[in-house]
T-cell receptor, first 114, second 113 residues
Framework: DTAVSQTPKYLVTQMGNDKSIKCEQN?????MYWYKQDSKKFLKIMFS???????INETVPNRFSPKSPDKAHLNLHINSLELGDSAVYFC?????????????FGNGTRLTVT | GENVEQHPSTLSVQEGDSAVIKCTYS??????FPWYKQELGKRPQLIID?????GEKKDQRIAVTLNKTAKHFSLHITETQPEDSAVYFC????????????FGTGTRLTIIP
């Protein structure tokens, strides 16, 4: 069973479209994240939610809107997609209050904007 | 904010030799330093971590050292094997550890058979 699962695995779309990526974790973690990995492999945090509450919001365009309906789910909606949004997006989870809880990443969603 | 620099960006070593990857960080309050391994087309996975109250930690063929004064930490892999080929990321954070990890730029390690 995949601990952190995200869908879809691949997403190809045109500029200007709106798309969503879904993420679910079954590890009982209380904190979930979205990371972006660009073509040079740089991994950068975008958002972090703890128990459905936004705790980290890095300098991400407001076209990106995360939503956490419960602590096991964190979805990412992207409006008006741009070429520069092409990247691999990783969802991750951990337990905030446990210093020994590592980040568990999902398998990633490769977004290609044409 | 935190800035993590990682070197080298690419590293090739003969199978059986050792590999060393180095990182420096800027925020003296950082106290948690994990290393992640990402195989081609796969997700990053934690391989080892160290906290600021420890200078060195080992797990079989991998070890991490931390120099708080100089604000740098290193990953050492001994007796390298082909399956060690991957991209390795260092990271740093303060407080609750994973809450806001800043990653280094990655090192692509290639083991030459």
């Amino acid at each position: 069973d995949t601990a952190v699962s995200q869908t879809p695995k691949y997403l190809v779309t045109q500029m200007g479209n709106d798309k969503s990526i879904k993420c679910e974790q079954n590890l009982g973690h209380d904190t979930m994240y979205w990371y972006k990995q660009d073509s040079k492999k740089f991994l950068k945090i975008m958002f972090s939610y703890n128990n459905k509450e936004l705790i980290i919001n890095e300098t991400v365009p407001n076209r990106f809107s995360p939503k956490s309906p419960d602590k096991a789910h964190l979805n990412l909606h992207i409006n008006s997609l741009e070429l520069g949004d092409s990247a691999v997006y990783f969802c991750a989870s951990s337990t905030r209050t446990d210093p020994n809880s590592p980040l568990h990443f999902g398998n990633g969603t490769r977004l290609t904007v044409t | 904010g935190e800035n993590v620099e990682q070197h080298p960006s690419t590293l090739s070593v003969q199978e059986g030799d050792s590999a060393v990857i180095k990182c420096t960080y800027s925020d003296s309050a950082s106290n948690y330093f994990p290393w992640y391994k990402q195989e081609l087309g796969k997700r990053p996975q934690l391989i080892i971590d160290i906290r600021s109250n420890v200078g060195e930690k080992k797990d079989q063929r991998i070890a991490v050292t931390l120099n708080k004064t100089a604000k740098h930490f290193s990953l050492h892999i001994t007796e390298t094997q082909p399956e060690d080929s991957a991209v390795y990321f260092c990271a740093a954070s303060r407080g609750f550890g994973n809450e806001k990890l800043t990653f280094g730029t990655g090192t692509r390690l290639t083991i030459i058979p």
